[in-house]
């Protein structure tokens, strides 16, 4: 493997672990955080809410300019801010600064995520992209997993500003790194993207409809369907009609015809929304109820949980290979297949065997999952869109665990209890599979993956 292509698989394997672990540690420094800066509750929500809702508002936009101006100068510049805002919210010294500065860290966050996928649309061959996103996928899931041990680990022995050094020396190494290893006889950004104008009007309209579907979504759990609520949507709605009728008649548009006029891509992405609900759902749902109900301590529910971060860490690898072998619908349809019945494991499981054998299905379902359709949405993408296709599948990845918990929530407010929420979250995950009919066969993906390298450059393609 070449050093430019170590260097893009480094740089989104690390981005995408230091963005996931961020989230995760913070979770569980929030409590200590509200004490030692004597916040509300609210306040403390805020220090998650402001940062997704910068970060999934300006996802696409941010892979557009990692289209235009390269994505390998997005990287370091967006981990490079990452890594300084998360100095600086280590040392706030009021909790105002603290919600600010995560926003910021919100918007750097946005800079960096679409482009780790970006860089590795440039640096390997279409039909290679499976085991690199295959890898990335597991280093996500080991963050997710270890994030709640070296939160808790930090924090204790610490402090909760531990938890925000702990990014820096990772995001500089990161930064100058991509700075300085270019790949060589790569352009940064195709001819055609530099002469484009950038769609602002789009970006702004899409920034708009996305924050107020988060923003709505996450207030749910807390606040149900309150008048507040119904008008986010309804001004999340308008904005997205106008982005529409706006899309398609400028010149230059935010979100490329190529991109949505593709059927694979657009079943992917879906298939991405509908399984990260179905899975961040049950995990919103499964908490409380090994809690509330089984009596679990926190240890113990998490150590219920583990088999699900193993599985999907050990079965990212292999869902490459499936992918590889079997094609993109048939390994998806049975990824969700197994996300679903995980689902239905965990709802009449009431013994720690059948709990972990429920996360273990849950686990690896999702894993493949990502795999496959995060490939598709990849590989389908001409190379000079690869930016935005990498904001929607992130975008995509924002969207859905914040519809899965306010679906949960909804449902337990109208139902018996939480527990009843998880067979309508196993039927989301159902619906996928309908999505997963317009994913190319094995055939399919050949010829794609040919006509790709005819068009784009061969190996760097």
Known sequence: ???????????????????ALDGTVLTIAQPTLQQDL???????????????????????????LGDRYGHQRLFAIGVLGFGAVSAGIGGAS???WVIGLRVVQGVFGALLQPATLGMLRAAFPPDRLGMPIALRTSAIGVAAAAGPLVGGVLVTHLGWRSVFFLNVVPALLLGVLALVVRAPGSPQAAPEAGRARLDLPGAALLALALACLVHTLVGVPEHGWSASAVLGLLTAAGAGLLLVRHERRTTDPL??????ASAAVGAALAILVAASAAMFGTLFVASYVLQDELGMDPLRTSLAALPGGVAMVLGAPVAAVLLRRYGARRTTVAALALLALGVLVLFRAAGTGAVGGGFLLLGAGFGT????????????????????????????????????VATAATLAAVTDGLRTALPVLAGIAVVGVLGARK????????ATATRSLRHHGGSEA
């Open 38 to 64: 004597h916040a509300s509750f609210a306040d403390v929500q805020w220090t998650s809410t402001g940062y997704l809702i910068a970060v999934a508002s300006l996802l696409v936009f941010a892979g557009r």
């Open 1 to 19: 493997m070449s050093a430019h292509r170590r260097v893009a698989l480094a740089s989104s394997v690390i981005g995408a672990v230091v963005v």
């Open 94 to 96: 009021g909790v105002g």
């Open 369 to 404: 999952v990502m795999v496959t359709a995060t490939a598709v949405v990849v590989r389908h993408a001409a190379a000079e869109s690869a930016g935005v296709a990498g904001g929607l599948q992130q975008t995509a990845m924002n969207v859905g665990p914040v519809l899965g």
């Open 439 to 446: 994913l190319p066969e094995l055939g399919d993906q050949r």
């Open 255 to 260: 979100l490329p015809p190529d991109v949505l």
